[in-house]
């Protein structure tokens, strides 16, 4: 049985404002039905098949965020319950992700993910390119897209200072985006930075949804 005292632990130290996404990517659908009982609603996967598969199996309350990097060709999976896909990093997975929820008449919550560390492996946009994509009159078009705020990851260091500053930019960037009235499909509300090792740091600096799983379900 997982120890949920762990979960409380850090629940209590949130602030109100922030989204706990608790992220049960391998874990067994026992442990994650152990922190639903505790009152959690919201949980992110990584993969897409792993994702649906535990959809169809537990309950239908949960609040589902895809995390990870997103292929194309796996939007029509996940269109029809998805809550929030986390990792959009091209226009033309957001033509895609438009596409899949016209099907099911849903307007699809997204984020754009902000590469911002300095490690080559890491997916996402730099600043200009989001921008770009943005005032895009391909963009314009997507109206089943809502493009509720940022997501990104700093760079896996004990360095806190490159964390801080890292986080700091994007955060930057967030609040220029949201005061852009100018961007369609755009209700900034979300700031989603933070995993198990750099959440507190994150969340100082400015985040309001954090992904956390090692520490709340153990390692992987
Ligand atoms: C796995 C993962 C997390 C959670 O990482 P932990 O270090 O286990 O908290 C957060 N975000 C993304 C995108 C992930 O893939």
Same mark, same amino acid.
């Given at each position: ?47 897409? @098949?792993?994702?649906?598969? $535990?959809? #169809? +199996? ?8 895809? /995390?990870?990097? =997103? ?41 754009? @993910?902000?590469?911002?560390? $300095?490690? #080559? +492996? ?8 989001? /921008?770009?994509? =943005? ?86």
């Amino acid at each position: 049985m997982l120890d949920t005292s762990i979960y409380f632990e850090i629940k209590k130290t949130l602030p109100p404002t922030v989204t706990l996404v608790a992220v049960s990517k391998t874990k067994p659908v026992e442990d994650i039905l152990s922190i639903y009982n505790c009152g959690q609603k919201v949980f992110g996967e990584n993969k897409v @098949q792993e994702l649906c598969s $535990k959809f #169809e +199996s537990m309950p239908k309350d949960i609040e589902w965020h895809l /995390i990870g990097h =997103l292929q194309t060709n796996k939007v029509k999976y996940i269109a029809s319950f998805v809550s929030l896909i986390h990792a959009v990093d091209s226009l033309k997975l957001l033509q895609e992700i438009n596409k899949q929820a016209q099907k099911y008449n849903r307007v699809i919550n997204c984020l754009l @993910q902000i590469y911002i560390a $300095k490690e #080559e +492996s890491k997916f996402g946009l730099d600043f200009d390119e989001a /921008i770009s994509i =943005l005032h895009s009159p391909e963009f314009v078009a997507l109206e089943h897209i809502n493009i509720v705020g940022l997501m990104g990851m700093a760079t896996n260091t004990d360095d806190q200072l490159i964390v801080k500053k890292e986080f700091t930019q994007l955060e930057k960037f967030y609040q220029e985006l949201k005061k852009d009235n100018t961007i369609a499909h755009c209700n900034f509300s979300t700031l989603s930075m933070g995993m198990s090792n750099d959440y507190a740091l994150a969340i100082d600096c400015g985040s309001n949804m954090v992904r956390i799983g090692s520490s709340i379900f153990g390692n992987r």
